[in-house]
């Protein structure tokens, strides 16, 4: 990579900004002042510095949330309070771009949702074709019958030209259930609840395809994924 595009991505400044950098001997590569804008350097090699800090390259990063409720899903909202927001002090201190969340959250739902900059990534996660699964925690207003429990999990009709996929339901409580379902049609929880005459009263995400999201992380708290999570993660999706 040509080390001014490298010092562009890693938000040093734009070209020409870099460029002036470069002039006035503020960027080293291997302990040696670079000048030339075209130097050639291998990112996960070479090791260079700006005004003497070490610049780390990372072509994606990957950020598991436990998102809380009144947040939403969106790279910006000109009402709500979004994801990112809660990342915002993350990514400016480590130089962190383009991050957006990997599908969607309803605004008062709460738990997994992974945020990261791969876009191939986020699009084998979210392809139909792919059917990966999605574990959800549901607090419901009323028992569910046994018919609405073979319901759901054959499919129902939630208003779309065809019935959902079948699903699968684990009874916790009267009014506790974990649902898993492999599709992601806006508001499709509390509409495949509906559609067997009950409401959601709360809803959480515990995980998407092997990723599951680690209690220990408090509502509105985040980390990185381990590296061993997001391999596991790729795999259990395969490519294209």
């Known amino acids: 990579m040509r080390l ?3 010092l562009c991505e890693m938000n040093i400044g734009t070209r020409s900004q870099v460029k002036a950098l470069l002039k006035q001997g503020l ?10 804008p075209d130097l050639q350097i291998n990112t996960t090699v ?3 510095t700006y005004r003497g800090e070490v610049l780390f390259y990372e072509e994606f990063v990957y950020y598991m949330l436990n998102k809380p409720a009144g947040v939403v899903s969106a790279t910006e909202d000109n009402h709500d309070r979004t994801v990112i927001d809660l990342l915002r002090e993350e990514l400016v201190t480590n130089l962190v771009n383009d991050i957006f969340p990997v599908g969607r959250l309803d605004k008062d739902t709460e738990g997994l949702l992974l945020l990261t900059n791969d ?4 699009h084998r996660l979210l392809s139909p074709r792919k059917h990966v699964e999605k574990t959800y925690y549901v607090q419901i207003e009323k028992e569910l019958s046994p018919e609405d429990l073979q319901a759901l999990e054959a499919g129902v009709d ?3 030209d065809q019935y959902t996929l079948p699903a699968r339901v684990s009874v ?3 009014r506790e259930i974990r649902l898993t379902i ?3 049609k806006f508001h499709q929880v509390k509409r495949m609840l509906r559609a067997v005459d009950n409401q959601v009263l709360y809803l959480k995400r515990l ?5 599951v999201l680690d209690e220990t992380l408090e509502k509105g708290q985040f980390r990185r994924l381990h590296a061993a999570e997001l391999q596991k993660l790729k795999e259990g999706i395969g490519r294209c």
Do not use: H, P, Y
């Open 182 to 184: 492999t599709e992601g």
């Open 158 to 160: 939630i208003g779309e």
């Open 207 to 211: 995980s998407m395809g092997t990723l």
């Open 27 to 36: 960027v080293s590569v291997n302990g040696q002042t670079a000048v030339k």
């Open 4 to 6: 001014d595009k490298f």
């Open 46 to 48: 070479d090791q260079v």
């Open 172 to 174: 916790l409580s009267e």
């Open 119 to 122: 876009g191939d990534l986020a």
